[in-house]
């Protein structure tokens, strides 16, 4: 997350998309608004669905109740207020947890009158400089029941001195203690764990995070950014000092070079698919099929909603991201489902400039029950990739010709965001039938590891002679099967 005014300096602007994008869409996927009193500012920082109710935290500190969430003129009540910019709200146990700049409170509503009537620190004492942009993400709860946060890294001045655990993840103990458990984060904004109790989270391109990612966090785990590394000489750090981390090496060279260096399941490909990640959710329950199983993130400054599929390979996480819903009015913060099926997307643009033509907002995506013929997800096979697809595949159409496939890595410096560096064209050496017939696997020569892949598959019809809804993935291939 950037200000407005290193968006301005540093980035190029990215036009809105076609409206015959937009309109394919809207085929299967709705966006709803949901109608907010002119004079409400909702700059979504955390949302809770209950029932037809819905909680959203907002980045001024407020907690609005919305009854009737799902109807056509929803009665908001103001639930709280005088919290310092939560970015995140996690109900359990009658309690709702959220993260402020400087403390992880639960807060309850105790006689039903929808406005809070208790407040407790849950954990507190990470240290803060009074720098604008040292935000808190979370919480989150790991398969053990513990709670987890991620501190962003200050940008500019720090004016009461440098602050420790700056740019780390902090796990919560079930006393209130907290333990830094891994470094070298930037910009954390989404943090949650997978079905499975793993925590992940997503991390901002800029300096020393050469494009956006997704990536699994590990105690002892090093990110790659060196600002908050003299931490690790503290003796509460989980991780291990990486020593100097040297600028301008290729992603490989650091990657072998630095023992604890994590690299992320999944590099998001900047200006192609998103430029910020914000909050992510699993669909678990196949609310928007055929993805079930899979990631969908929303992105702060391109206003769409991603996917994120998943694949291990020799014990270490990677996968691709693919496009999903373009066109909603503002940049995401979060998203969370609700009740329904449908996926709430809470909006806030102040200081991260979005497309779209609002500042806040909340919006649905409505399944309309329309199967798409769309590429679902890509794996990793000894020597090319498995493509499953949403339907029975034309035969005559599986052929080299119809896929395109390019690679490119990046450079890990210090530099503000990578282009892509040593981008070479793949040669499709073969092209057959997978297991089933909604699938089809590549040969690909000349694979690499830590490398993104582009593939294409524009020339692929179904059976009915339809083309792809979505023809592109991005595969991060940290490791060769």
Sequence with gaps: MVSMLLL?????????????????????????????????????GGIVARGDELIVATRRGEVWHFADAYGPSPKPTLWAQGLQEPLGLLERDGWLYCAQRGELS?????????????????????????????????????????MWLTLNKPFGDEPYGKADWRGWAVRIEADGSWTP???GLRSPAGVAASPWGEVFYSDNQGEWCATSKFAALHEGDFHGHPHGIESCKLPASKVAHPGKVPSGQRMEVTAAAIANFRLPAVWIPYDLLGRSPGGFVWDTDGRFPPYRGQVFCGDQYSSEVFRISLDKVDGRWQGACYPFRRGLKCGMTRVQWGTDGSLWCGMTNRGWPSVGPEKWGLQRLVWRGVMPFDLVEVTATRGGFALKFSAPLAAATLVPASFAVQSWTYDHHSDYGCPERDRREQVVTAVRPGATPDAVELQVADLHPVRVYQIRCDGVRDAGDQTVWHPVAWYTLNSLR
């Design 8 to 44: 301005a300096l540093f980035l190029p602007q990215e036009p809105a998309p076609a409206a015959a994008i937009l309109a394919q869409d809207d085929r299967f996927v709705q966006i709803v608004d949901m109608p907010l009193p002119n004079d409400l500012v909702l700059e979504v």
């Design 181 to 183: 458990v891994c470094a």
């Design 106 to 146: 639960r807060m309850r509503d105790v006689d039903g009158d929808h406005r809070m009537d208790e407040l407790q620190t849950v954990s507190q004492g990470w240290p803060l400089s009074g720098n604008y942009h040292e935000y808190c993400f979370g919480p989150t709860i790991d398969g053990d029941g513990r």
